[in-house]
């Protein structure tokens, strides 16, 4: 079964600082991964995804992630946080595709002070 | 922008009492899903849906819970007989097609079993 490590459970970080969140996955075969966030108060929204192509994926708000196949890892960067940037970030894997059943990680707390 | 729209937002009930969370997926989507959250855990898949059938349910989608599409519309999960450990946010999703991956989550309804 897949299953999905987020071993950073809560990151605080000054504003302008790098950001990099871990994930890892388990899994042999072709995986297909995401990061959600969900900002205080919202629903999960995605915030990047990686199907094929460029490991290294850019997503929405200068997130960008990279994957690392023989690691297999995922992980979140951001070159300078913003402090609307604190929220829970989640990983989740989609490995089945005829099920379409996302796995997520535990998720990060990110908290950024002003 | 079309959103995944989820009702109550919050439900306090008694343990042994049955709960009706209700869910309106983007109205061109094919695929719907539950997933739930215990304070401080992980978002955990409970249940996939498509072509008006169950598609796939995890461990603890049980014969306490069950799902419906009555009208099209709404997609409902029922918990039949409420337990304290069924305290937890319940998201619904959606999404379009198979080969996006990209999940559409509602706001969640947070249940609260007493």
């Known amino acids: 079964a897949q299953s999905v490590s987020q071993h950073n459970h809560h990151v605080i970080l000054s504003e302008a600082a790098s950001l990099e969140l871990g994930c890892n996955y388990s899994y042999g075969g072709t995986v297909n991964l995401f990061w959600y966030v969900q900002y205080p108060g919202q629903h999960l929204q995605l915030l990047l995804k990686y199907f094929s192509g460029d490991p290294l994926v850019k997503g929405i708000k200068g997130f960008e992630a990279e994957f690392i196949k023989s690691k297999f890892s995922f992980n979140l960067r951001k070159p300078s946080v913003q402090w609307s940037d604190t929220a829970e970030y989640f990983c989740?894997?989609?490995?089945?595709?005829?099920?379409?059943?996302?796995?997520f990680g535990t998720g990060t707390r990110l908290t950024i002070i002003p | 922008e079309p959103e995944v729209t989820q009702t109550p937002s919050h439900q306090v009930t008694q343990m042994g009492q049955e709960v009706i969370l209700r869910c309106v997926p983007i109205s061109n989507h094919l695929y719907f899903y539950w997933y739930r959250q215990i304070l401080g855990q992980k978002v955990e898949f409970l249940v996939s849906f498509y072509n008006n059938e169950i598609s796939e349910k995890s461990e603890i989608f049980d014969d306490q819970f069950s799902v419906e599409r009555p009208d099209g519309s709404n997609f409902t999960l029922k918990i039949r007989s409420t337990k304290l450990e069924d305290s937890a946010m319940y998201f619904c999703?959606?999404?379009?097609?198979?080969?996006?991956?990209?999940?559409?989550f509602g706001e969640g309804s947070r249940l609260t079993v007493l």
């Open positions: 989740a894997v989609l490995s089945n595709f005829g099920n379409e059943k996302l796995t």
């Open positions: 999703a959606s999404m379009q097609y198979a080969n996006t991956g990209e999940l559409f």
